[in-house]
T-cell receptor, first 114, second 114 residues
Framework: DAGVTQSPTHLIKTRGQQVTLRCSPI?????VSWYQQVLGQGPQFIFQ???????GRGNFPDRFSARQFPNYSSELNVNALLLGDSALYLC?????????????FGPGTRLTVL | AQTVTQSQPEMSVQEAETVTLSCTYD???????LFWYKQPPSRQMILVIR??????QNATENRFSVNFQKAAKSFSLKISDSQLGDTAMYFC???????????FGTGTRLKVLA
Protein backbone atom coordinates (compact mmCIF):
# COMPACT_ATOMS: atom_id res chain seq x y z
CA ASP A 1 0.00 0.00 0.00
CA ALA A 2 1.15 3.52 -0.70
CA GLY A 3 2.16 5.60 2.27
CA VAL A 4 1.29 9.20 2.97
CA THR A 5 2.08 11.33 -0.06
CA GLN A 6 2.68 15.07 -0.20
CA SER A 7 3.05 17.56 -3.00
CA PRO A 8 4.99 19.44 -4.03
CA THR A 9 8.33 18.18 -2.74
CA HIS A 10 9.95 21.59 -2.78
CA LEU A 11 8.53 25.08 -3.11
CA ILE A 12 10.10 28.52 -3.29
CA LYS A 13 7.97 31.59 -2.61
CA THR A 14 8.56 35.23 -1.82
CA ARG A 15 7.37 37.16 1.19
CA GLY A 16 3.70 38.11 1.06
CA GLN A 17 2.73 35.32 -1.31
CA GLN A 18 0.31 32.51 -0.55
CA VAL A 19 1.01 28.79 -0.72
CA THR A 20 -1.05 25.58 -0.76
CA LEU A 21 0.41 22.25 0.28
CA ARG A 22 -1.32 18.96 -0.40
CA CYS A 23 -1.47 15.64 1.41
CA SER A 24 -2.99 12.26 0.57
CA PRO A 25 -3.34 9.92 3.54
CA ILE A 26 -2.79 6.20 3.59
CA UNK A 27 -5.76 4.44 2.05
CA UNK A 28 -8.41 3.89 4.71
CA UNK A 29 -7.06 6.57 7.04
CA UNK A 30 -9.56 9.24 7.99
CA UNK A 31 -7.44 11.57 10.11
CA VAL A 32 -4.79 13.97 8.84
CA SER A 33 -2.46 16.17 10.86
CA TRP A 34 -0.07 18.91 9.78
CA TYR A 35 3.25 19.80 11.38
CA GLN A 36 5.88 22.46 10.78
CA GLN A 37 9.49 21.41 11.23
CA VAL A 38 12.01 24.22 11.29
CA LEU A 39 15.57 23.15 10.54
CA GLY A 40 17.17 21.58 13.58
CA GLN A 41 13.95 21.36 15.57
CA GLY A 42 11.24 18.81 16.21
CA PRO A 43 7.91 19.05 14.39
CA GLN A 44 5.38 21.53 15.77
CA PHE A 45 1.68 20.69 15.56
CA ILE A 46 -0.41 22.94 13.31
CA PHE A 47 -3.77 21.24 12.66
CA GLN A 48 -5.58 17.95 12.92
CA UNK A 49 -8.64 16.92 10.92
CA UNK A 50 -10.88 13.91 11.29
CA UNK A 51 -13.85 13.18 9.06
CA UNK A 52 -13.46 16.62 7.48
CA UNK A 53 -13.76 18.44 10.79
CA UNK A 54 -11.02 20.33 12.57
CA UNK A 55 -10.23 18.49 15.80
CA GLY A 56 -7.18 20.40 16.96
CA ARG A 57 -5.19 23.52 16.29
CA GLY A 58 -1.72 24.44 17.42
CA ASN A 59 -0.32 27.84 18.31
CA PHE A 60 -0.09 29.24 14.79
CA PRO A 61 -1.46 32.53 13.44
CA ASP A 62 -4.63 32.79 11.40
CA ARG A 63 -2.52 33.01 8.25
CA PHE A 64 -2.44 29.22 8.49
CA SER A 65 -5.58 27.35 7.48
CA ALA A 66 -6.42 23.84 6.35
CA ARG A 67 -9.22 21.67 5.17
CA GLN A 68 -9.97 18.03 4.56
CA PHE A 69 -11.88 16.75 1.57
CA PRO A 70 -14.46 13.94 1.29
CA ASN A 71 -11.72 11.59 0.05
CA TYR A 72 -9.77 12.46 3.26
CA SER A 73 -6.99 14.26 1.44
CA SER A 74 -6.03 17.60 2.90
CA GLU A 75 -4.64 20.99 2.01
CA LEU A 76 -2.67 23.39 4.16
CA ASN A 77 -2.79 27.05 3.15
CA VAL A 78 -0.47 29.75 4.35
CA ASN A 79 -1.18 33.38 3.47
CA ALA A 80 1.07 36.43 3.60
CA LEU A 81 4.22 34.36 3.82
CA LEU A 82 7.00 35.46 6.13
CA LEU A 83 10.65 34.47 6.08
CA GLY A 84 10.03 32.52 9.28
CA ASP A 85 7.57 30.25 7.51
CA SER A 86 10.48 28.56 5.79
CA ALA A 87 10.37 24.99 7.02
CA LEU A 88 9.59 21.38 6.22
CA TYR A 89 5.84 20.83 6.39
CA LEU A 90 4.88 17.32 7.37
CA CYS A 91 1.57 15.61 6.94
CA UNK A 92 0.65 12.56 9.01
CA UNK A 93 -2.34 10.26 8.76
CA UNK A 94 -3.92 7.83 11.18
CA UNK A 95 -6.77 5.37 10.80
CA UNK A 96 -9.32 7.12 12.93
CA UNK A 97 -9.99 8.86 16.19
CA UNK A 98 -9.01 6.06 18.50
CA UNK A 99 -6.61 6.33 21.38
CA UNK A 100 -4.52 3.51 19.98
CA UNK A 101 -4.08 5.10 16.57
CA UNK A 102 -0.55 5.90 15.51
CA UNK A 103 0.34 8.64 13.06
CA UNK A 104 2.29 7.82 9.92
CA PHE A 105 4.22 10.64 8.31
CA GLY A 106 4.72 11.68 4.73
CA PRO A 107 8.04 12.83 3.26
CA GLY A 108 7.20 16.48 3.70
CA THR A 109 7.18 19.62 1.58
CA ARG A 110 10.21 21.87 1.89
CA LEU A 111 9.03 25.50 1.72
CA THR A 112 11.57 28.26 1.25
CA VAL A 113 10.42 31.87 1.60
CA LEU A 114 12.74 34.48 0.10
CA ALA B 1 1.52 22.26 29.28
CA GLN B 2 3.17 19.08 28.22
CA THR B 3 6.82 19.25 27.26
CA VAL B 4 9.32 16.76 25.88
CA THR B 5 13.05 17.16 26.46
CA GLN B 6 15.87 15.41 24.67
CA SER B 7 19.10 16.51 26.30
CA GLN B 8 21.52 14.85 23.87
CA PRO B 9 21.73 16.87 20.63
CA GLU B 10 24.21 14.45 19.07
CA MET B 11 25.52 10.98 19.77
CA SER B 12 27.70 8.47 18.01
CA VAL B 13 28.14 4.73 18.40
CA GLN B 14 30.30 2.10 16.80
CA GLU B 15 28.61 -0.39 14.55
CA ALA B 16 27.35 -3.46 16.46
CA GLU B 17 27.44 -1.67 19.80
CA THR B 18 24.57 -0.51 21.98
CA VAL B 19 23.44 3.08 22.47
CA THR B 20 20.79 4.68 24.65
CA LEU B 21 18.98 7.90 23.78
CA SER B 22 17.35 9.86 26.60
CA CYS B 23 13.97 11.53 26.77
CA THR B 24 12.09 13.12 29.62
CA TYR B 25 8.63 14.60 29.54
CA ASP B 26 6.34 16.59 31.74
CA UNK B 27 2.61 16.05 32.04
CA UNK B 28 -0.14 15.98 34.62
CA UNK B 29 -2.03 13.37 32.61
CA UNK B 30 -2.19 9.76 33.72
CA UNK B 31 -3.10 8.22 30.38
CA UNK B 32 -0.84 8.97 27.47
CA UNK B 33 1.34 7.47 24.78
CA LEU B 34 5.02 7.85 24.06
CA PHE B 35 6.78 7.31 20.77
CA TRP B 36 10.19 7.24 19.24
CA TYR B 37 10.39 8.31 15.62
CA LYS B 38 13.39 8.08 13.33
CA GLN B 39 14.05 10.64 10.61
CA PRO B 40 16.85 9.53 8.25
CA PRO B 41 18.60 12.05 6.02
CA SER B 42 15.95 11.33 3.36
CA ARG B 43 13.64 13.01 5.94
CA GLN B 44 10.64 10.66 6.04
CA MET B 45 9.67 10.20 9.68
CA ILE B 46 9.36 6.52 10.61
CA LEU B 47 7.80 5.10 13.76
CA VAL B 48 10.34 3.09 15.73
CA ILE B 49 8.44 2.12 18.84
CA ARG B 50 5.50 3.15 21.00
CA UNK B 51 4.62 2.76 24.66
CA UNK B 52 1.27 3.06 26.38
CA UNK B 53 1.59 4.68 29.79
CA UNK B 54 -0.80 2.22 31.41
CA UNK B 55 1.45 -0.70 30.48
CA UNK B 56 4.22 -1.44 32.92
CA GLN B 57 6.03 -3.72 30.51
CA ASN B 58 8.61 -1.96 28.38
CA ALA B 59 7.97 -2.10 24.64
CA THR B 60 10.39 -3.96 22.38
CA GLU B 61 10.71 -4.04 18.59
CA ASN B 62 13.57 -6.25 17.42
CA ARG B 63 16.79 -4.34 18.20
CA PHE B 64 14.89 -1.41 19.70
CA SER B 65 13.63 -1.31 23.27
CA VAL B 66 12.56 1.33 25.71
CA ASN B 67 13.09 1.94 29.40
CA PHE B 68 9.86 3.56 30.55
CA GLN B 69 9.96 5.02 34.05
CA LYS B 70 6.54 6.58 34.61
CA ALA B 71 7.23 8.06 38.03
CA ALA B 72 10.41 9.68 36.79
CA LYS B 73 8.72 10.68 33.50
CA SER B 74 11.57 9.16 31.58
CA PHE B 75 11.41 7.28 28.28
CA SER B 76 14.78 6.21 26.89
CA LEU B 77 15.43 4.27 23.69
CA LYS B 78 18.03 1.52 23.55
CA ILE B 79 19.35 0.42 20.19
CA SER B 80 21.22 -2.87 20.29
CA ASP B 81 23.62 -4.15 17.63
CA SER B 82 23.69 -0.71 15.96
CA GLN B 83 23.72 -0.70 12.18
CA LEU B 84 24.84 1.95 9.71
CA GLY B 85 21.22 2.34 8.64
CA ASP B 86 20.34 3.50 12.14
CA THR B 87 22.06 6.81 11.40
CA ALA B 88 19.28 9.39 11.69
CA MET B 89 17.61 12.02 13.84
CA TYR B 90 15.59 10.41 16.59
CA PHE B 91 12.60 12.21 18.02
CA CYS B 92 10.78 11.40 21.21
CA UNK B 93 7.09 12.30 21.13
CA UNK B 94 4.21 12.46 23.60
CA UNK B 95 0.49 12.27 23.03
CA UNK B 96 -2.19 12.34 25.68
CA UNK B 97 -5.20 10.07 25.42
CA UNK B 98 -7.68 12.92 24.98
CA UNK B 99 -6.19 14.69 22.00
CA UNK B 100 -4.17 13.49 19.10
CA UNK B 101 -1.68 16.29 19.07
CA UNK B 102 1.85 14.98 19.19
CA UNK B 103 4.45 16.96 21.10
CA PHE B 104 7.97 16.32 19.91
CA GLY B 105 11.34 16.84 21.50
CA THR B 106 14.14 18.65 19.68
CA GLY B 107 15.73 15.40 18.56
CA THR B 108 19.01 13.53 18.94
CA ARG B 109 21.23 13.13 15.93
CA LEU B 110 22.70 9.62 16.00
CA LYS B 111 25.64 8.63 13.88
CA VAL B 112 26.65 5.00 13.61
CA LEU B 113 30.34 4.64 12.81
CA ALA B 114 31.79 1.83 10.72
Amino acid sequence: DAGVTQSPTHLIKTRGQQVTLRCSPISGHKSVSWYQQVLGQGPQFIFQYYEKEERGRGNFPDRFSARQFPNYSSELNVNALLLGDSALYLCASSPGWGSTDTQYFGPGTRLTVL
Amino acid sequence: AQTVTQSQPEMSVQEAETVTLSCTYDTSENNYYLFWYKQPPSRQMILVIRQEAYKQQNATENRFSVNFQKAAKSFSLKISDSQLGDTAMYFCAFRDSGTYKYIFGTGTRLKVLA
